[in-house]
């Protein structure tokens, strides 16, 4: 079971190295901006396997913050970037 851990450990860091390339790299400021919102869902997946791996309930809050957190940093952008579009 110890490998499942390891394996989806693995996946997550590698999906987070890629995104921080796209962030850094991304032509737009759109590309950066949904890049940052993967790493923010790839930040509340690795806190899910760490929790389901230590058996450890009390990262649960932070999961829903950081959700919450990502919704409304994804609302607000996408509203001001309609509004920049057009004017």
């Known amino acids: 079971m110890t490998y499942v851990w390891l394996i989806a450990s693995i996946l997550l860091m590698a999906s987070a190295i890629l995104t921080s390339i796209r962030m850094l790299r ?25 929790a389901a791996y230590s058996l450890d309930s009390t990262v649960v809050p932070a999961i829903v913050a950081l ?9 607000s952008i996408a509203r001001f970037r309609v509004r920049d579009d057009q004017t």
């Open 67 to 75: 959700s919450l957190l990502s919704f409304v940093g994804s609302v």
């Open 26 to 50: 991304g032509p737009t400021t759109l590309d950066r901006l949904v890049s940052l919102d993967t790493l923010v869902a790839l930040c509340m997946c690795g806190l899910g396997v760490w």
